[in-house]
């Protein structure tokens, strides 16, 4: 009586070859992971507005933009506002504070 290839296999050659393949899953799922977190955090986008986010005609502008940026994004955005002319009154206030001119 002779045995077909798949009667030869027995149940514990059956896990040597499954248990490197559930191993070389777990890896590869586990690499993976990290990618998507970082893929589902919110992109930051920095307005930098020259006197702030209210002058004519930046303002009008400045709406375009975000518009576009929420059409044309896929994913989720963190719009910041900033102004340049707050950073220069601090830059100043500090300066007067520490004695510079």
């Known amino acids: 009586m002779t045995t077909s290839p798949v009667q030869a296999v027995s149940a514990g050659s059956i896990k040597l070859i499954l248990r490197p393949m559930i191993w070389l899953v777990a890896i590869l799922t586990a690499l993976a992971l990290p990618g ?3 893929a589902a955090k919110p992109k930051r986008v920095l307005l930098l507005h020259s006197f702030g986010p209210d002058f004519a005609p930046w303002n009008a502008y400045s709406k375009i933009i975000r518009a576009e940026l929420a059409r044309q994004w896929p994913g989720a955005l963190d719009i910041y506002d900033a102004s340049l ?11 007067h504070r520490s004695g510079c001119t």
């Open 85 to 95: 002319a707050t950073a220069a009154d601090l830059a100043s206030e500090s300066s």
């Open 36 to 38: 998507a977190a970082e």
